[in-house]
Structures are given as C-alpha cells and as structure tokens.
C-alpha cells in the first residue's frame, strides 16, 4: 500500500577539494523525507539507510511549508512520494535555487496538482512515465555512462517504471534491460531520479537500493560514516526557520560531464517570475487524507479522460460505419427495421472495439471504488482506484482506425531537422511521412536568429549549416506534390541566439550577422545587457524604422520569390522581462529617443512605481509590435491576397502578457491582421492543456481568426499525446500545431496515420483556412454521424417530441451549409447563421436527457457546434467581403 513520505537529513563528512593534499572535511546533511506516502514502508527504508552507513536526519513532510527550514541539508531523499502540495514545491524550489541537491524514487509526484506536477518536472528534469508491466533488472545505457553508476547496482530484479527526462540537460544514466531500452534512472547536474520504489521490493531490490545509494550519495560528495546511527534514532532536521544558505560541496572534477552541452546548461530552476504563487497563508494539510478539492479536481480529471475516450470511441465508430445523415426519412427506415431486427436480438452496428467498451466499463467502476474509498476515509486505496483506472483508459485508447474530422493539422519542422538534409532528396522521405500521418499544414523554419534557410538577397548570410542548396524552395514543391500547405516559419524580433553561436563556432555573445552590422537596431534591459540572461537572445528594436523596413523586405522577399501558402510570425514580441523587479527590456536608440519626444522622459529612467509613465512606456512598446503587424498584413496581402498569416504567440492572460513581453495578439486577431493564432499551449498533462486553452477557446471576441492550439511533444508519451489533440477536437478549436518534427517517433506517426491519414485513393479534404464553409459543412455531417450511429443503435436518450422537431431542424441547418458552401454569397451567409443559431439555442433542451447520462459528451457537441459558428465567421471576413475597405478576397 503506498502512503506519503517525510524527510531526513544526514550528516557526514567529505572532502571539498580532493585534488588538493590538504583538502578538509565538512559537515554536510543528508535529509530523508517521511510522509503518509512511505509510511507504510519505512521500517526497510530506515534498515537500507543503516546498510548504507549514512548518517540522517528526518524532515517531516506535514510541517513543510514556504517557511520552512531543511536544517543544514544539502541533499535531500524523497524515496517513493508520490504527492506534494504547491507549499512543499516552493520550498524544494527556492532550496534548489540556493544549490541544494535531491535524490527522488518511485512515482514521485504522479497525484500532485497538475500544476505542481509540471512544476516538479521541470525541477526534476524528469518525470515518472509508467510502470513496467513485469520485472527488469537495469543496464548501462553505453559506455558513455556516468562513472559513478554502480555495476553492482545493475544485478537483480525490480518492479520498476519508465522516467522520461523533461529538460535538454537530463541525462539518461541508465536503462531497463526491454525492447526499445525505457530508461531507469535520469539525472541532472542537481538531481537523480531512480525509476523503482526504493525499500520496497524483496532481497535483490535490497542490495540495489543500497548500492544506488551509495553511488548517488558519492556523486554527490556525501562520505558514509559506519556506526554512527547504529545505536541511535535519527534525528528531526530543523524546520520552521529561515531557508538554510549554506553551499554545497562542489562535484569532483573526474565526475563532471563530459557532454559540453550539458556544462552550459545547468539545470533550470524555475527563476522568479516562473515560481509557484502560493496564497498569502496555506491552510494546515491534514496528512492522510484527500481534501474536498482534490476529491474534486481528482474525479474531474477522470471523468473528462472517459469523456475523451468515449468521444473518440464514438468518432472512430461513426466514421467508419455506414451510417449517414441524420435525416427524417433515415429515421423512418430504422423505425421499420427495429421490430424485425429485435426479434433477432441484434444491433445494426455494433461497437467493433470491445477492449475499449470495457475498459470504459471497467473505469467507471473505478470512479465508483475511488468514490467510495474517500467516503470510507481510506485514501490510499482511493488514489490507487484512480491511477488504475487512468492506466486502463491509456492503455485502451482507440488509436487504430480513422477518426479525423476536417481540421487544421499543422507541424512545426524544426531547423535542426533540416539541416541534418543535404539536397532535396534528402528531404523526400520526410514528407512523404508527414503527409501519410494526415499532416495538411508545415510550417517551415525560414529564419531564425537572422540566418534565413535560403540564399536570400535581404539579409546578409544564409545559415551557414545549409549553404550551398535552397531548402526552402525544396520543401515547397514537396509540400505541394503532396497536397499539403507550406508556411514559411520566420523569427521576427529575436535577431541573435547563443545557443546557435555554439552550433556555428562562433563566440557566445556574437549578436548576429545583422545586428553586427547594425548595433544601433538591438534594444537593451536597464542593465544595458544585450542578451536576456534567461533565453540568451538578443532582440532587434522594433520601434526602430530601419529594422521595420528590413523585416518588412525579408518577408517580402520570401512572399515574392516562392510560392509559400503562409508565413508564421514568431518572436513577435519583446523579451520575457519582469516589471516588479525591474527585469525590463527595449530600451534601443530609436525607441529612448521617441518615447522622450513625446513624453519629455527617457524609459531608462522610469520604473514600475511611476505608474502613469510605466504605463504609457508599456503602452508605447505594445504599439510597437501592434503596427508592425498591421503593416505586415497590409502590404504582404496586397501582393499575396491568398497568403495566410498566422502566429505563435503566449497565452498567458493579457495583462500579464503585455506587461511581460508586449504581445497583444488579441488586437491582431480582432482587427483581421492575422488568419491564424497558434497559442503555444504547451503542457505535460491533458488537465494542464485544458486549463491553458479554455479560456482563449470560449473568448467571443476572437471569433475573427482561427485558433489552433499548439502541443509540444517533447517528454511527451505518445498516449499523451493522443489525448491531448483528442480534448482540442472536443473543444471549440479548429485545429492544432505539434512541435516538432524531430520529436515525432515512429509509433506516433503510426498512430496518426492510423487515425488521421488520408487513403492515396481519396481526394484531399478541404482546410479550414481555405474553404471555411464546406469544412463548416462537413464538420456538420460529422456530427451527423455520430448522432445516426446512436440513434441507430438505441444509445441515445430524447423525448419523441424534441426528437422530431431535432430531425427537422438538424435537416434545415445541413442544407443551409450545404448551399452556403456550393455557392456562397452574403444572403446564404445569413441564412445559414440565423439555422445555427436557431440550432444551438434549442440543442441544450433537445439533449436534455442525454446529458444527464453522458454530460461530457453533450458539451462536445455543442462545442463542435460552436466551432462551426467560428468557421463562418472567419469566412464571413475572408471569403464573403462587403468592399474592398474591410476585407480581402482569399
């Protein structure tokens, strides 16, 4: 049974300058977590902690808060924890900061908050993935292994699960002796994550965790002291006091890395504006037990994955049954047969995926079992009911038959995939891929860091990584040979980064071959640092004319001289700063000059506290970015009426996006500058992916663009992943973008073809940026489908009256899209607006009883309906122009 975990602290002696003759020896705490998590267990935990001659302390889990203090600990274990609370992160987050170090086991972190959850990954570097269906013992991943990892460690056999490293310094340090080698234990330079729960299993997995110990203990400069707590208990370690500062000893020089990628990128502890907010007093936890809303978040969470996978099962079965429109005279013919076909006791379609019907069975009972051990008070067996009915859900995903509606299916293609090509045959097979995995939009990494892909006459230097060949002209003609769009992916803003100086050999604070030419067009931070210390970026100045004029003739270029569909502005935006410290960038020679013309005051000199100034400089800069883009879309749609225009952009709230790093795009939206935003809505979790794109999703006044939320497949598992584009088909968005190519593995590309991919046999089907109304009407015969499919096999719950009248209605709205989209015109427009609105105000009253049996389901549906409403909105604007004043014809 797992229960929750406490820690300890260690005191011991080492060495802090090993190479030296003279080196001392200096107290240092090991601090051993103890809470309800490994409760149960700690009796052979403390044992192994003996069989490992270290001396510790114990720090309490329940009296953990932002106050706390570790004691002396400068490295701490958390051995199978598999829950902390934002107080506890916050804690381990500003001791990380300081230098501390951490040990973690087990499925650390798997029933947190979802946002505490992505928080610890990122300190972590790591995260639990899944366990292991059978016992494994671990090997070397190669001989490049750390040093440090034990050999006698690698014998035996434990039951242990998969750790997916989450960040670029994560080292795979070992693996499981499986197909496909899952790895088994991750580290950073300031932690290690062990894959199996430690002081659990029996006599083999004994002898590894005390080895594994041992080594990470010496890794980290930790010398056992045999005897010392053999006759005594171990001790409290101070808590309830200020964070404890002292250093922590430095890594021997044999053990450092020798990956020079990872000596320039320490692990990334969250920096201060990227911390957790707690609330102002924390509320005492009750160790033990599950809150009202956890109970709450925890059975959310589970019943919207059933949702998403009843929701796929039923768009897979629709799809692929003969089922067609919902119309009165197919429900006249099923009313016929049904007497006949009862007799016989058969359904005319029948649920082909069996496993999935009873794993959804099977969950729902889970949902049941947690329920009621929470009303039994047993949490233990409650959080386990919930992880194995999650686990059940995954592992049963329908991911084998085509289920994709017409949507926009958008991948990022990375730089650092096109270059490994040398010649457009090179990149043959790559599209070849992406169209069979149902891909219909590419967007294509143009330029970055001022290095265009192609030799390009505007800007200085083609990326020296691809000289010699025209990368971008190659992808267009594949990308259309295969019925897919192209859109040239630009960074807009950020002229120069220090990790692409490393890739070209040049020095770290090279600001680029334009800003090297031009220094007078970067902006600079208060410090008059030209690189943000954060990303490494340099940014050019976007209230300077001359830049505006040369981004202008680079976007111009590449709009002129290929044939790409679109372009994505990136980095449109100032650096990520933060006003309440006085991190704050875009102080360039242009901008100081303009804003003290019109304000008498130079922005160096203005701080947060001046608000009306602070304001008006914020404002000034927003203006900035806001004008670029009008000019943007207003001269490239003169020359290109057909270009697409699309960003990525941040979706954190506006307030706090515009203070942060200038970037309105709502404005943008709203004004028609753009066709497309793409939110870069990226989250390790579905419930964190939700929370992220809900509210851009449901925003009326953005009904002007489509929105496609972007997914990021880095550390992402591939059920995950599915999951994740499942909940955006079942919200109101039109699409979705994954990042990147070069994370794209081979069993999810299978799984997209499967699901997504289009037969070579049948023509390509319609983009929502391109024919917004038929796709409108074919999202509409979708639903139609589906809606057919459980009428036709009785699953579908409504009162005769409101059935007739929804049959009717459903026939009147589909033939207004239908005439809407064969030849559109402003009267049809307003039919066919006045049907759905009719449709979407009586849809509720009409599923009335079936949402009281399937309410995710029923919300699907009317968000799919709301998706519908954009479509024609968006077309109203693009394809439907009343002059040429206020629109452009597409």
Same mark, same amino acid.
Not at 119 to 133: I, K, Q, T, V
Not at 172 to 190: F, G, I, L, M
Not at 265 to 288: F, I, K
């Given at each position: +049974?797992?229960?929750?975990?406490?820690?300890?602290?260690?005191?011991?002696?080492?060495?802090?300058?090993?190479?030296?003759?003279?080196?001392?020896?200096?107290?240092?705490?090991?601090?051993?977590? /103890?809470?309800?998590?490994?409760?149960?267990?700690?009796?052979?935990?403390?044992?192994? !902690?003996?069989?490992?001659?270290? &001396?510790?302390?114990?720090?309490?889990?329940?009296?953990?808060?932002?106050?706390?203090?570790?004691?002396?600990?400068?490295?701490?274990?958390?051995?199978?924890?598999?829950?902390?609370?934002?107080?506890?992160?916050?804690?381990?987050?500003?001791?990380?900061?300081?230098?501390?170090?951490?040990?973690?086991?087990?499925?650390?972190?798997?029933?947190?908050?979802?946002?505490?959850?992505?928080?610890?990954?990122?300190?972590?570097?790591?995260?639990?993935?899944?366990?292991?269906?059978?016992?494994?013992?671990?090997?070397?991943?190669?001989?490049?292994?750390?040093?440090?990892?034990?050999?006698?460690?690698?014998?035996?056999?434990?039951?242990?699960?998969?750790?997916?490293?989450?960040?670029?310094?994560?080292?795979?340090?070992?693996?499981?002796?499986?197909?496909?080698?899952?790895?088994?234990?991750?580290?950073?330079?300031?932690?290690?994550?062990?894959?199996?729960?430690?002081?659990?299993?029996?006599?083999?997995?004994?002898? +590894?965790?005390?080895?594994?110990?041992?080594?990470?203990?010496?890794?980290?400069?930790?010398?056992?002291?045999?005897? /010392?707590?053999?006759?005594?208990?171990?001790?409290?370690?101070?808590?309830?006091?200020?964070?404890?500062?002292?250093?922590?000893?430095?890594?021997?020089?044999?053990?450092?890395?020798?990956?020079?990628?990872?000596?320039?990128?320490? %692990?990334?502890?969250?920096?201060?504006? &990227?911390?957790?907010?707690?609330?102002?007093? @924390?509320?005492?936890?009750?160790?033990?037990?599950?809150?009202?809303?956890?109970?709450?978040?925890?059975?959310?969470?589970?019943?919207?994955?059933?949702?998403?996978?009843?929701?796929?099962?039923?768009?897979?079965?629709?799809?692929?049954?003969?089922?067609?429109?919902?119309?009165? $005279? #197919?429900?006249?013919?099923?009313?016929?047969? #049904?007497?006949?076909?009862?007799?016989?006791?058969?359904?005319?379609?029948?649920?082909?995926?069996?496993? @999935?019907?009873?794993?959804?069975?099977?969950?729902?009972?889970?949902?049941?079992?947690?329920?009621?051990?929470?009303?039994?008070?047993?949490?233990?067996?409650?959080?386990?009911?919930?992880?194995?009915?999650?686990?059940?859900?995954?592992?049963?995903?329908?991911?084998?038959?085509?289920?994709?509606?017409?949507?926009?299916?958008?991948?990022?293609?990375?730089?650092?995939?096109?270059?490994?090509?040398?010649?457009?045959?090179?990149?043959? /097979?790559?599209?070849?891929?992406?169209?069979?995995?149902?891909?219909?939009?590419?967007?294509?990494?143009?330029?970055?860091? #001022?290095?265009?892909?192609?030799?390009?006459?505007?800007?200085?230097?083609?990326?020296?990584?691809?000289?010699?060949?025209?990368?971008?002209?190659?992808?267009?003609?594949?990308?259309?040979?295969?019925?897919?769009?192209?859109?040239?992916?630009?960074?807009?803003?950020?002229?120069?980064?220090?990790?692409?100086?490393?890739?070209?050999?040049?020095?770290? &604070?090279?600001?680029?071959?334009?800003?090297?030419?031009?220094?007078?067009?970067?902006?600079?931070?208060?410090?008059?640092?030209?690189?943000?210390?954060? %990303?490494? /970026?340099?940014?050019?100045?976007?209230?300077?004319?001359?830049?505006?004029?040369?981004? +202008?003739?680079? !976007? $111009?270029?590449?709009?002129?001289?290929?044939?790409?569909?679109?372009?994505?502005?990136?980095?449109?935006?100032?650096?990520?700063?933060?006003?309440?410290?006085?991190?704050?960038?875009?102080?360039?020679?242009?901008?100081?000059?303009?804003?003290?013309?019109?304000?008498?005051?130079?922005?160096?000199?203005?701080?947060?506290?001046?608000?009306?100034?602070?304001?008006?400089?914020?404002?000034?800069?927003?203006?900035?970015?806001?004008?670029?883009?009008?000019?943007?879309?207003?001269?490239?749609?003169?020359?290109?009426?057909?270009?697409?225009?699309?960003?990525?952009?941040?979706?954190?709230?506006?307030?706090?996006?515009?203070?942060?790093?200038?970037?309105?795009?709502?404005?943008?939206?709203?004004?028609?500058?753009?066709?497309?935003?793409?939110?870069?809505?990226?989250?390790?979790?579905?419930?964190?992916? =939700?929370?992220? @794109?809900?509210?851009?999703?449901?925003?009326?006044?953005?009904?002007?663009?489509?929105?496609?939320?972007?997914?990021?497949?880095?550390?992402?598992?591939?059920?995950?992943?599915? &999951?994740?584009?499942?909940?955006?088909?079942?919200?109101?968005?039109?699409?979705?973008?994954?990042?990147?190519?070069?994370?794209?593995?081979?069993?999810?590309?299978?799984?997209?073809?499967? @699901?997504?991919?289009?037969?070579?046999?049948?023509?390509?089907?319609?983009?929502?940026?391109?024919?917004?109304?038929?796709?409108?009407?074919?999202?509409?015969?979708?639903?139609?489908?589906?809606?057919?499919?459980?009428?036709?096999?009785?699953?579908?719950?409504?009162?005769?009256?409101?059935?007739?009248?929804?049959?009717?209605? %459903?026939?009147?709205?589909?033939?207004?899209?239908?005439?809407?989209?064969?030849?559109?015109?402003?009267?049809?427009?307003? %039919?066919?607006?006045?049907?759905?609105?009719?449709?979407?105000?009586?849809?509720?009253?009409? +599923?009335?009883?079936?949402?009281?049996? =399937?309410?995710?389901?029923?919300?699907?549906?009317?968000?799919?309906?709301?998706?519908?409403?954009?479509?024609?909105?968006?077309?109203?604007?693009?394809?439907?122009?009343?002059?040429?004043?206020?629109?452009?014809?597409?």
């Amino acid at each position: +049974m797992k229960k929750w975990v406490i820690g300890i602290a260690i005191a011991t002696t080492i060495n802090t300058l090993l190479g030296n003759p003279r080196a001392f020896a200096q107290t240092v705490n090991l601090g051993v977590v /103890k809470s309800p998590d490994n409760q149960a267990n700690w009796s052979a935990i403390t044992d192994r !902690l003996q069989s490992t001659d270290v &001396d510790y302390c114990v720090v309490d889990l329940s009296q953990v808060n932002q106050r706390s203090d570790l004691g002396n600990t400068q490295l701490l274990f958390l051995p199978n924890i598999e829950r902390l609370e934002p107080e506890h992160l916050a804690t381990l987050q500003e001791w990380m900061r300081q230098g501390g170090r951490i040990i973690v086991s087990g499925a650390a972190g798997v029933v947190s908050p979802p946002e505490v959850r992505n928080r610890l990954r990122s300190l972590l570097g790591a995260y639990w993935g899944f366990g292991l269906s059978q016992p494994s013992r671990l090997e070397r991943l190669s001989i490049s292994s750390p040093s440090w990892i034990p050999d006698a460690g690698l014998v035996g056999e434990v039951q242990g699960g998969v750790v997916i490293p989450a960040s670029l310094d994560a080292e795979t340090a070992a693996v499981w002796n499986q197909s496909e080698s899952p790895p088994a234990v991750v580290t950073t330079d300031q932690s290690i994550f062990l894959g199996w729960r430690w002081g659990v299993d029996g006599e083999d997995a004994a002898q +590894m965790d005390v080895v594994w110990l041992q080594a990470a203990l010496s890794h980290y400069n930790v010398t056992p002291m045999p005897g /010392k707590m053999a006759n005594s208990s171990p001790p409290n370690c101070g808590q309830n006091q200020s964070l404890a500062t002292t250093p922590v000893p430095p890594i021997r020089p044999e053990q450092k890395r020798q990956d020079t990628r990872r000596a320039t990128n320490p %692990t990334p502890v969250p920096s201060e504006g &990227d911390r957790l907010v707690l609330p102002a007093q @924390t509320p005492a936890n009750n160790w033990g037990t599950l809150t009202a809303n956890e109970v709450t978040a925890m059975s959310r969470e589970l019943e919207n994955l059933i949702g998403r996978v009843e929701s796929t099962l039923l768009r897979a079965n629709a799809h692929n049954s003969e089922v067609g429109l919902l119309t009165q $005279e #197919s429900v006249e013919s099923l009313a016929g047969m #049904s007497a006949k076909e009862s007799e016989h006791g058969n359904q005319r379609h029948s649920h082909p995926n069996r496993t @999935t019907v009873s794993a959804l069975a099977q969950a729902r009972i889970g949902l049941e079992n947690f329920l009621g051990a929470v009303e039994q008070q047993d949490y233990t067996a409650a959080r386990q009911q919930w992880i194995n009915a999650r686990r059940l859900l995954w592992d049963n995903y329908p991911m084998e038959r085509q289920l994709a509606q017409p949507e926009i299916r958008a991948i990022w293609l990375d730089r650092g995939t096109i270059v490994k090509a040398k010649r457009k045959q090179d990149l043959v /097979k790559l599209f070849d891929n992406l169209a069979k995995a149902g891909f219909n939009t590419v967007f294509f990494e143009t330029v970055n860091a #001022s290095y265009p892909i192609y030799p390009s006459q505007v800007a200085p230097e083609q990326n020296p990584l691809v000289r010699g060949w025209d990368p971008l002209e190659a992808a267009v003609d594949l990308a259309h040979e295969r019925g897919m769009e192209l859109h040239a992916w630009v960074w807009i803003f950020a002229a120069a980064n220090q990790r692409h100086n490393a890739l070209l050999n040049q020095p770290l &604070d090279y600001p680029g071959p334009v800003l090297a030419a031009h220094p007078d067009w970067a902006i600079f931070d208060k410090q008059g640092r030209l690189f943000a210390p954060n %990303t490494r /970026k340099a940014f050019f100045d976007p209230a300077n004319p001359e830049v505006r004029e040369y981004l +202008m003739a680079l !976007l $111009e270029e590449i709009a002129t001289r290929y044939d790409v569909d679109g372009i994505q502005l990136d980095y449109i935006r100032y650096p990520f700063q933060d006003p309440r410290v006085n991190q704050t960038y875009g102080y360039g020679v242009a901008a100081r000059q303009q804003f003290q013309e019109r304000t008498g005051v130079d922005p160096i000199e203005v701080y947060p506290r001046d608000r009306q100034l602070w304001q008006q400089w914020t404002e000034f800069r927003i203006r900035q970015v806001d004008s670029f883009v009008a000019s943007v879309s207003a001269r490239l749609l003169s020359q290109r009426p057909d270009l697409i225009l699309s960003a990525a952009v941040f979706p954190l709230p506006p307030a706090e996006r515009q203070q942060r790093l200038q970037q309105n795009w709502e404005e943008w939206a709203k004004q028609g500058y753009i066709d497309l935003v793409v939110p870069m809505t990226y989250a390790l979790d579905t419930e964190g992916l =939700h929370s992220l @794109t809900q509210p851009l999703l449901t925003e009326a006044t953005l009904n002007q663009a489509l929105l496609i939320p972007g997914i990021r497949l880095l550390n992402l598992p591939d059920v995950v992943a599915v &999951d994740q584009i499942q909940l955006l088909r079942d919200l109101p968005a039109n699409g979705y973008a994954v990042f990147a190519v070069e994370n794209l593995n081979e069993n999810l590309h299978r799984i997209f073809q499967q @699901t997504q991919g289009q037969p070579e046999s049948t023509s390509t089907e319609p983009i929502p940026y391109r024919q917004p109304f038929q796709v409108a009407r074919d999202r509409f015969v979708a639903l139609q489908r589906e809606w057919n499919f459980l009428v036709t096999n009785e699953q579908l719950a409504i009162h005769q009256d409101a059935f007739t009248e929804w049959v009717a209605q %459903t026939e009147k709205l589909d033939q207004a899209l239908k005439q809407l989209a064969t030849e559109p015109s402003p009267q049809l427009m307003r %039919t066919a607006q006045a049907a759905l609105a009719t449709f979407r105000s009586q849809f509720p009253q009409w +599923m009335q009883q079936q949402g009281m049996r =399937h309410p995710y389901q029923v919300q699907v549906w009317e968000n799919r309906l709301a998706t519908i409403e954009r479509l024609l909105n968006y077309g109203e604007r693009t394809t439907l122009p009343k002059n040429s004043s206020d629109a452009i014809k597409r």
